[in-house]
Nanobody, 122 residues
Framework: QLQASGGGLVQAGGSLRLSCRASGRTFSDSVMGWFRQAPGKEREFVAAIRWLSDSPYYGDAGKGRFTISRDNAKNTVYLQMNSLKPEDTAVYYC?????????????????WGQGTLVTVSS
């Protein structure tokens, strides 16, 4: 089970940190990813990280202003979002899956959290 939190309303230029806590059965070598879906748009990949690796992977939506990190002891993955823009407004989802490649592909993820809404005002 994945529980995402940390969304809210923020002004442009502000920051938010999203959290995703994994509970229940977890796999130490799985991948944790963040995706987002803006109103009227398709869901897109933001970032991903492995529990056993310090090498994050970013999609175009997450490069430059977002940082993904993890706390293995807490089974929690974070998404630090800085310099937020109105176009970052979306529902952000965390997801988990087992994969060697294709970290940006939604089909690779087996478990999804409920999503947390981020609204950036101009």
């Amino acid at each position: 089970q994945l529980q995402a939190s940390g969304g809210g309303l923020v002004q442009a230029g502000g920051s938010l940190r999203l959290s995703c806590r994994a509970s229940g059965r977890t796999f130490s070598d799985s991948v944790m990813g963040w995706f987002r879906q803006a109103p009227g748009k398709e869901r897109e990949f933001v970032a991903a990280i492995r529990w056993l690796s310090d090498s994050p992977y970013y999609g175009d939506a997450g490069k430059g202003r977002f940082t993904i990190s993890r706390d293995n002891a807490k089974n929690t993955v974070y998404l630090q979002m800085n310099s937020l823009k109105p176009e970052d407004t979306a529902v952000y989802y965390c997801a988990s899956g087992m994969m060697d490649y294709g970290l940006s592909l939604q089909s690779k993820y087996d478990y999804w959290g409920q999503g947390t809404l981020v609204t950036v005002s101009s």
